[in-house]
């Protein structure tokens, strides 16, 4: 499906790279009207109508790029996902007995269900924004150094610092997501096996060691899910705390600028759209690594499944 992917990331490239010409297009209305009120003169009406024209072509091209990667992206995951079922059924035929006495019904069947779904949902949904969100990143950067490369380097400096407390909390849940992955397969082997074989648990009075280990392993899968949403709870605040101290000095220093007649006010309006555009990509990393968080250890699941040894033909 490499070609389908590649086809589906370059539509949504293009898609982000005409959004983002819009502030552009802002800045030469904004100029337009201060000029013309500056000299005392009609605003030219004509010329701001075309450029709104061309504004409008622009965020109409942008919607249709987006449309069709995501319908590419959909019919792709989906094959992916149809695929990967087959392989993992097929792979359940070729396994020896053995390895089913070692291992829950409930857990292969998890395997099948919700690790594979996740796959398909980050393929569908993630794998896009993703690189939508880089490109943006890069482009919106570019735009703003043809503005001002004195506002620009002052909103660069929260870059690193969101980027460094990103690959931080990355690094400490990681392992609370693959722990709750593993323990959702824990919990679905033993809803499994307890009401499958719900007659045997009540003939041998097994209901208090039932509920006592569902009980354990439900507290496992909660503390490691609510340690894992936690930490990447504390993406958006802090990666917005270090966004808006980069805003303050923009206003500041854009101000500074403008009295000096270094930037127009036009150059400030489309600069400070580009900075809102510049921390929704970045919130956007940030939400997206907590998913391929969860999707990396669901692959690991599926993919070491996979390659469990099978039995001689």
């Known amino acids: 499906y490499w070609i389908g992917i590649i086809v589906a990331l370059v539509f949504a490239v293009l898609g982000t790279v005409l959004s983002i010409f819009a502030p552009k297009i802002l800045q030469l209305i904004g100029n337009e009207i201060v000029e013309a009120l500056g000299a005392d003169v009609p605003i030219d009406m004509a010329r701001v109508g075309a450029i ?25 995951s989906v094959n992916i996902s149809r695929r990967m079922r087959n392989d993992l059924s097929d792979k359940i035929n070729k396994l020896p007995l053995s390895y089913f006495d070692r291992q829950s019904f409930g857990d292969i069947l998890s395997r099948v269900t919700n690790d594979v779904d996740l796959i398909g949902q980050t393929l569908n949904q993630s794998l896009s924004q993703l690189v939508s969100s880089f490109t943006l990143i890069v482009g919106i950067i570019i735009m703003m150094f043809t503005i001002s490369w004195q506002l620009t380097l002052v909103e660069l400096v929260s870059v690193p610092v969101s980027f460094l407390l990103v690959m931080i909390i990355v690094k400490i849940s990681q392992k609370h997501f693959r722990r709750q992955q593993n323990a959702l397969g824990d919990i679905n082997g033993i809803v499994e096996e307890i009401y499958s074989s719900h007659n ?6 097994g209901q208090e060691k039932a509920e006592r280990e569902f009980e354990e392993i439900n507290k496992v899968m909660a503390s490691s899910a609510l340690k894992g949403q936690f930490l990447s709870g504390m993406m958006m605040p802090l990666m917005n705390f270090a966004g808006n101290l980069g805003y303050v000095g923009i206003c500041v220093l854009g101000g500074f600028l403008s009295l000096n007649g270094t930037i127009t006010v036009g150059d400030i309006q489309a600069f400070i759209q580009y900075v809102r555009q510049f921390t929704q990509p970045i919130n956007q990393i940030a939400n997206i690594s907590n998913v ?10 599926v993919f070491a499944f996979l390659e469990e040894e099978e039995e001689e033909t």
Request: no cysteine; glycine share 0%; net charge positive.
């Open 200 to 205: 045997v648990v009540k003939v041998f009075n």
């Open 292 to 301: 391929l968080q969860q999707t990396a250890a669901a692959a690991e699941r």
């Open 52 to 76: 709104a024209v061309w504004l409008i072509v622009l965020y109409v091209a942008s919607a249709l790029l987006n449309f069709i990667q995501s319908i590419v992206m959909s019919v792709i």
